[in-house]
């Protein structure tokens, strides 16, 4: 079994609200993604292509996914992942990974690096070959814990 935690250290133990969330943050299961234990399909994918240059909040639970979270390379289309640390990214299938990074949008259209960041969580990669891919052409990839 492969695990991969990445843990927020900020000294809280209840999870963030979303009251202290700028617009920039999106929480994801305000947007329909299930925290249940159920399927996530396309969805997540959708979401994540529908708020390029912003950041994606999963609350408490789990998110048992489909197909793998897919973040794109071009830098001016960024989106970050910041999870609770009490939320947790599995599959029930058998994936290529849980979540590539730099694998869509593959024109870098921007003159400006940023870093893309993944932050807190548990990645159970239990049913995938890999936990997290980073594509090696993107080069500004931070997991923080």
């Known amino acids: 079994m492969s695990c991969l935690a990445l843990c927020c250290c900020s000294g809280k133990e209840e999870p963030i609200g979303q009251d202290s969330f700028s617009q920039d943050y999106v929480v994801v299961t305000q947007h329909g993604i299930k925290n249940d234990g159920s399927e996530i399909g396309k969805e997540l994918n959708d979401l994540v292509k529908a708020n390029y240059g912003r950041t994606l909040y999963f609350p408490p639970g ?17 989106v970050n992942l910041i999870l609770d640390h009490n939320a947790e990214v599995t ?3 058998q994936l290529e990974a849980l979540l590539k990074i ?10 400006m690096r940023l870093f893309s960041f993944v932050e807190g969580g548990t990645f159970n990669a239990e049913n995938a070959d890999i936990g997290i891919w980073v594509n090696g052409l993107k080069q500004l990839v931070s997991l923080r814990t």
């Open 102 to 111: 730099g694998f869509s949008e593959m024109k870098n259209t921007s003159l």
């Open 62 to 78: 789990v998110y048992r996914l489909s197909e793998p979270i897919v973040l794109p390379y071009d830098y001016s289309k960024n």
């Open 91 to 93: 599959s029930s299938k």
